[in-house]
């Protein structure tokens, strides 16, 4: 049941975000808020990470679609022990969900956090790369196992 609660703080934090920009701004409007660091600007992306494979809008819905048909089938199988693996899973259906709505709304996804430095993202999007972190981390590293377990044999003398 948390994966569930977490999944929907997620998709009704990156929705309500994404509503109060849009209701606030034009598209391609920025606001500074650090000048010359951060910046909340209003971009309509049409692909995924750094504009790839733009204007694929049911590519990303089917891919989207089967991430969570996926994590539907997978999520009762993980045990109990592995908490950052279900606090992953969680943050990753939130994210994958948030920008399947915009997908399906409009062909577009809403971005607005601007650093200048990245290309523009969302709150679906920090919850995709932290939940895709913590995933990660659980698999190199699972619950109950030792530091020296994987070496390979005896320690150096």
């Known amino acids: 049941m948390p994966i569930i609660i977490l999944a929907l703080a997620v998709i009704a934090l990156d929705q309500v975000s994404k509503a109060y920009l849009q209701a606030n701004m034009a598209p ?4 500074p ?5 951060f910046h909340i600007t209003y971009v309509l992306n049409p692909g995924a990470a750094f504009g790839i494979l733009e204007h694929q809008r049911w590519f990303f ?35 994958a969900a948030g920008n399947a709505i915009d997908r399906l709304k409009t062909g577009y996804v809403v971005d607005f956090f ?24 659980s698999i190199l590293f699972p619950p109950g196992r030792k530091a020296d377990e994987d070496d390979g044999g ?3 003398v």
């Open 154 to 156: 005896d320690a150096p």
């Open 61 to 95: 819905v089917a891919v989207a679609l089967l991430l969570l048909a996926v994590i539907v089938y997978l999520y009762p199988r993980i045990p109990a022990g592995y908490g950052l693996l279900r606090l992953g899973v969680a943050l990753q259906t939130g994210g």
């Open 28 to 31: 391609g409007a920025s606001v």
């Open 114 to 137: 601007d650093f200048r430095v990245w290309p523009v993202f969302n709150v679906a999007d920090i919850a995709i790369v932290v939940g895709v972190a913590l995933i990660v981390y």
């Open 33 to 37: 808020v650090i000048p010359g660091i």
